[in-house]
């Protein structure tokens, strides 16, 4: 028989989590238990400061700041702080743009680099805007190539020698499902494709190993785990064996061999760099920066750990305190299959959602009814976890969801 | 006989100057003579608390500020102040991306927009971004289209009934060349082909009169005239009459009806919000929207007025003060022809350039040897163009550029 958790458990956990002390690294308003570090991250504490300064010296120095501080190399120098964190090497990651045209130029070069085949398989409910870029790029293209898209566990069998590119995301976005990464990745070497894999949901939140798992390609966006900011610019991987192949679809004068030259005709970079369109956002660089030099000092082993941790005590004092309103698990049964998130799927999803954020529970919702609970391990404490389930079981109990106002629709959930 | 230019002169000219008041806006170095603002625009005071103030938003109101402050309705509402300037009506210009992605979205919707015909024509030494643009989306066409280049003179000539789309920079980034928009737009719309212009070195520095002119399509950067921080978010204008016909060929999850109710299959928005591909970048349109905010109180026909007479005023000083060295005017001999920049050539122009820095007075330089000196109306002073020259001629007199040191390229120039 399990033994009963009370918010004692919760405290002596917060007290021996290494983890515990990362939370000063980040501005959290007071009383406010935050579960949407996977939409978007909290605030650190450094971020203020570091956008003061290159404000300033955006002022001070004017069109010199390009080369006094290096501006034109932070899309790589950057992208070097996040290739130690998803097992790259440097120069095998450059920031740029968003995820949605990151997935558009890694797709046009993986049907380039692939000739022969015309299929980009992916899971049928991935990401949106993954699946509506591959959607573009067919009609683009006059319907020269197709998407297909099967249910995850179809994904294996899919693979037939049309596929030029298997498009995944590696922690699905609604129930926190891990795709494991390795073994399709092999499978689609295997059947001759390349592997494309969108980090969004996991880069930050457990250690990635690109190159191990022989991955080709890779996207994925700065402002959840990896506290960028709302709409931080996005990165991209191209294994090192790939890079002086790719031909540029979104050929810009950045990924140009020598873009201060003026040639007109476009001749792509030699390294990583070629996958830059435009001038990188000064501002917005500095912000992600200041995020991500947070990473340096942390083992993400133990961040998965506390993940996983979070996770479980949060299915356990749901089984112990909500039982009986309806609840339904949406995310896998093992947390270690699931990502920094736990899901639930309930009919009044939505309400119960608004609910809770109006008693300062912050998670979020996804259609068509699932409610999301993440933990960033950086900042979310096992008390917070805790208190949150307390705040569901009265919401449930109360039928504090069932007024209208919390059935009303905002325009982002 | 003209009169000898005196600095008494350039005095009197900014004591009469309707918009000297504007510099008081702008964090601007001491002792530095700043003529490259047509490169990256000057510092507003305003925007280093409209950036902390954004920052503080994200940090208290963490998920919440998409719908608190609007964030999700920002690139439309920043585009509208855009549109003021450019002559355009409210939702028809948009904040997205950068310029060259930009160029990408209309060049792929224009082909479409017009079919049977596949020919982009554009002038041979355009900024080179549109054109790599441009062969970067032949290629991915598989030379499906094409793009033709011809010398601006010829381009009336081009406009064949293979043109689908003209594709032209306003103002020339080396010789401040300014084309006829009314004239070039109604010519292609004659030949049956639709016109797309790049405003990046015209919005912010004169009025400008798309829906007037009947332009079709138009993209342009906000880092230059434009005041939004150094890689600050562009902007895409699409007129009223063919938003609608848009198919966007970068579909991704912000353009679509219904982003939040995260359908996997692409339906694209019914406004201007369909060319929107990832998530707004935040905390660089807070920046640019204090950069534009400036703009509200201004006149762009005094602005245009100075610009002229700052261009005027250079160019008069210089061939009293700067004869025998060799300069060479590179820009349009009539100032009405010519936007806000004034360039010379000279075979050591890159060297000159980098003398001038020492002296502070920021010019640049663009290959092969071209110098251009720049004037942000709003901040650049008649003085300081006087002073500029007798700088100019100091390094040309003294020969203070012949050192090594000012021949080493600098990665941005």
């Not at 933990?375 to 009265?394: E, I, M, Q, S």
């Amino acid at each position: 028989m399990t033994e009963t958790i009370t918010r004692a458990v919760a405290e002596a956990m917060d007290a021996g989590d290494a983890l515990g002390g990362c939370r000063e690294w980040f501005t959290l308003p007071p009383g406010v238990i935050y579960l949407d570090g996977n939409s978007l991250g909290a605030l650190p504490r450094t971020t203020s400061d570091r956008l003061a300064r290159v404000v300033e010296d955006w002022g001070r120095d004017l069109i010199a700041g390009w080369n006094r501080h290096d501006w034109i190399g932070w899309p790589r120098r950057v992208g070097d702080r996040i290739a130690r964190l998803i097992g790259a090497e440097p120069g095998e990651v450059i920031v740029a743009d968003s995820t949605s045209i990151n997935v558009f130029k890694l797709l046009a070069a993986a049907l380039e680099l692939n000739p022969g085949r015309r299929v980009i398989l992916s899971e049928a409910d991935n990401f949106p805007t993954d699946l509506h870029i591959a959607q573009g790029l067919r009609r683009l293209l006059d319907d020269a190539i197709d998407l297909r898209t099967v249910d995850a566990r179809a994904l294996p069998d899919a693979l037939d020698k049309d596929v030029a590119v298997l498009m995944l995301t590696h922690v699905h976005y609604r129930t926190g499902a891990i795709h494991d990464m390795a073994a399709l990745t092999a499978a689609a070497r295997r059947a001759g494709a390349l592997a494309l894999w969108d980090l969004s949901h996991s880069a930050g939140a457990m250690p990635l190993a690109l190159n191990r798992a022989g991955v080709d390609l890779a996207v994925g966006g700065s402002y959840k785990y990896l506290n960028g900011g709302p709409g931080a610019p996005a990165y991209l991987f191209v294994a090192e064996r790939w890079i002086d192949r790719i031909q540029p679809a979104l050929a810009g004068w950045m990924g140009h061999a020598q873009p201060f030259d003026f040639d007109t005709t476009y001749e792509p970079a030699p390294g990583i760099e070629r996958l830059l369109v435009g001038t990188p956002p000064v501002l917005s660089l500095a912000a992600l920066d200041a995020g991500l030099e947070l990473f340096e000092a942390v083992d993400l082993r133990q961040v998965r750990s506390k993940c996983i941790a979070l996770g479980e005590l949060f299915r356990r004092v749901v089984t112990q305190e909500c039982g009986g309103h309806g609840l339904r698990l949406a995310s896998p049964a093992d947390p270690e299959h699931c990502g920094s998130q736990v899901s639930y799927a309930h009919p009044d999803g939505y309400a119960i959602v608004q609910a809770l954020i109006e008693r300062r529970v912050i998670g979020d919702f996804r259609a068509p009814d699932v409610m999301r609970f993440g933990f960033a391990p950086l900042y979310v404490r096992y008390v917070d976890v805790f208190d949150a389930v307390l705040a569901l079981r009265d919401v449930l109990q109360t039928r504090a969801w069932d007024q209208p106002r919390f059935r009303l629709r905002a325009l982002v959930t």
